[in-house]
């Protein structure tokens, strides 16, 4: 049987993670592969001493291996753990995934590497389901329980203000365009929220998750029925936000187009990179669109109103 092993690049989020991860995934289940656990771990140590004097704040609740992905993921009975893996292709022959031919696996023995940083969901769209339900399995149990505990929340919100995304453009320019890896303003979520629920006439519960501070967030903790979801992991993260009907997120974010695939929700973003730039493209009938609050010519789509205020208490 061949193996397969995912290969992640040095300094990438979860998000990007997951794009290798299920390549590897599907090619194992269409060939009949041996997939083997890939190491999630992700030194971060200085975001984790950035984020030291937050988590301080937090009633003393600090989580410094959060950023780390450690202890987050489990391999399934199907997976075979990393070191038993690297032991088992000891002498078999390691090519790309960039060598495999289509619609054919490799004669022999061969340890396929998915090594290659294609972030897209073309490949991927077909099996979210079995994706979904994949990513829950390896997940560790204490993290499922976490999220199944969680009251339900019709909206969430992925605010992403950490490392390797510019400033945000001036909100004088009416969130025009939101560039590439450039935070959203948080005006837009604000101004978004607050329409969606002028237009269902409910305060409806909205679930945040961010990796901003509790100060860069206020605006939106303001509002009634907020909640930030801290201490967290990235994991409880994703599949909270899976669990969502619509997702307001982060247009350069592989993470928030990754909740929207995993749940196959409603997302909007500001006009710039909406997720349909990941190939993400909805098999359930939901929106996937950018969006404007400020711009007159741009309503909501009615399916998605429609959607949510049938969901409505």
Known sequence: MVMALPQFQRGCGLGNRLFIWARCRVWCQEHQGQPISP??????????LRRLPQLCRQNGAIDLLNPTLLGCFQPTA????????LWQGLGRRRISETQLTAGQPPSGRHLVLFDQPTYSFDRLNPHWRQLHQDLEAITRPRHRRRVAALPPSLIGLHVRCGDGFRPP???ADNFGWVGWLQQTPISWFVETLQQL????????????VSDGSVAQLEPLLALPQVHLLRPTTAIVDLLALARCRLILGSGSSSFSAWA????????LTAPGHPFTRWGLEPQCGQVVAAHNPRDPSCSL??????DLASRLP
């Open 78 to 85: 199907d997976d075979l753990p990393w070191w038993q893996g």
């Open 169 to 171: 453009p001036d909100a």
């Open 260 to 267: 929207s695939f995993l749940g196959q929700t409603h997302a």
């Open 197 to 208: 629920r002028a237009l269902l006439g409910s305060p409806v519960p909205v679930l945040l």
């Open 301 to 306: 789509p009615p399916a998605l109103l429609r």
């Open 39 to 48: 190491i999630w771990f992700r030194p971060a140590i200085g975001q984790a």
